[in-house]
């Protein structure tokens, strides 16, 4: 059964039996797909409808095809996969919803925002340790135009986007936790608190979201005694280059220095020479990062230890007409050979 430290004030979680990651997945768009990470995406889009009729159809796709993509790798039936946790960003997680009518598994909707996928990864690795599953799946999506409609302005606007804004990453990432077998292990979840330190402009997520991440960081550290050096990179899930600064410098003035291995799915997903500004976002962005360049480079072994913190601005539309400042949160997960 899971372990929880009886220190005051901890937020971290301790697996006794850390759940393995045995397989992911992932299918990204045709402009993730032209980054420097698009070797190594299962599934790259000719286009951004993938044969559907509206971008709201392309994204449940997505996670659809994805759900199925990491389960035959896994040469796993769909019907032994006990539950699917999954969401995504738009109202009332409906590409999460309508991608498990189709996928007739068990399912427990999430919406974190953009720290859905370590959310998910948290609470999946809490069913398996605590005996309540033995194999489930993990899946986040995102669709820059779906997001794009929903929370600024649609495309075909042409809409002149501020240098503080990041691109929402058109992709779904999909991984299997099992309770047994041969992979990367969750060892440590650090679940967050949400954090509001005012900021209200939409454009400039990243500077939102990184007190948040900045907390979080400090308390699994706290919680866990370890040191930074302690984990061959800290990844954050999409604070974009000017977020992942401010959290860097926040971390310094709390005493927690994060040295020399720290980035961000967001500054990476993308070349330097491809419109984005100050980078990708979205959940799919920790989620394709994770289930491909990341985990594959902890199966050469070429990182033993990562630490995933994901990282999610809770506002709405709704939130954002009457005036309310961006609530948000990250969770962090640790993974470990």
């Given at each position: 059964m899971p372990r929880v430290s009886k220190r005051t004030g901890q937020q971290s979680i301790y697996f006794e039996n850390p759940p393995v990651i045995t397989n992911w997945a992932n299918i990204v768009g045709p402009m993730e797909g032209q980054g420097p990470y698009g070797?190594?995406?299962?599934?790259?889009?000719?286009?951004?409808?993938?044969?559907?009729?509206?971008?709201?159809k392309a994204e449940a796709k997505m996670l659809r095809e994805t759900v199925k993509l990491v389960a035959s790798k896994a040469n796993l039936p769909l019907g032994n996969?006990?539950?699917?946790?999954?969401?995504?960003?738009?109202?009332?997680?409906?590409?999460?919803?309508?991608?498990?009518?189709?996928?007739?598994?068990?399912?427990?909707?999430?919406?974190?925002?953009?720290?859905?996928?370590?959310?998910?990864?948290?609470?999946?690795?809490?069913?398996?340790?605590?005996?309540?599953?033995?194999?489930?799946?993990?899946?986040?999506?995102?669709?820059h135009h779906t997001a794009e409609r929903q929370f600024r302005f649609p495309t075909e606007q042409g809409a002149q986007r501020l240098p503080s804004s990041q691109w929402t990453v058109t992709g779904c990432g999909c991984l299997i936790i099992q309770r047994d077998?041969?992979?990367?292990?969750?060892?440590?979840?650090?679940?967050?608190?949400?954090?509001?330190?005012?900021?209200?402009?939409?454009?400039?997520?990243?500077?939102?979201?990184?007190?948040?991440?900045?907390?979080?960081?400090?308390?699994?550290?706290?919680?866990?005694?370890?040191?930074?050096r302690?984990?061959?990179?800290?990844?954050?899930?999409?604070?974009?280059?000017?977020?992942?600064?401010?959290?860097?410098?926040?971390?310094?003035?709390?005493?927690?220095?994060?040295?020399?291995?720290?980035?961000?799915?967001?500054?990476?997903?993308?070349?330097?020479?491809?419109?984005?500004?100050?980078?990708?976002?979205?959940?799919?962005?920790?989620?394709?990062?994770?289930?491909?360049p990341l985990l594959n480079r902890m199966q050469a072994k070429e990182f033993n230890r990562i630490l995933l913190v994901g990282t999610g601005a809770l506002m709405s539309t709704t939130s954002s007409l009457q005036g309310e400042t961006i609530p948000c949160i990250a969770h962090a997960v640790a993974i470990e050979n």
């Open positions: 070797q190594e995406f299962d599934w790259v889009l000719e286009d951004y409808l993938f044969g559907e009729q509206s971008w709201e996969i006990e539950v699917l946790l999954a969401g995504d960003l738009l109202n009332q997680i409906i590409s999460a919803n309508f991608a498990a009518r189709e996928l007739k598994i068990p399912f427990l909707g999430l919406y974190g925002a953009c720290s859905t996928m370590a959310e998910g990864i948290a609470l999946g690795a809490m069913l398996i340790d605590g005996g309540f599953y033995s194999t489930l799946t993990v899946g986040v999506t995102s669709h077998g041969v992979g990367p292990r969750i060892t440590t979840a650090t679940v967050g608190k949400v954090i509001d330190l005012g900021q209200s402009d939409v454009n400039d997520m990243g500077a939102a979201m990184a007190p948040a991440a900045a907390d979080t960081i400090v308390a699994h550290f706290r919680d866990t005694g370890r040191d930074p302690y984990y061959d990179l800290i990844i954050t899930g999409d604070l974009g280059k000017y977020g992942l600064a401010l959290m860097e410098s926040l971390c310094q003035k709390l005493n927690c220095p994060l040295g020399q291995h720290v980035s961000d799915c967001g500054v990476l997903i993308y070349d330097i020479d491809q419109d984005v500004h100050a980078g990708g976002s979205g959940c799919g962005c920790s989620a394709v990062m994770l289930c491909g």
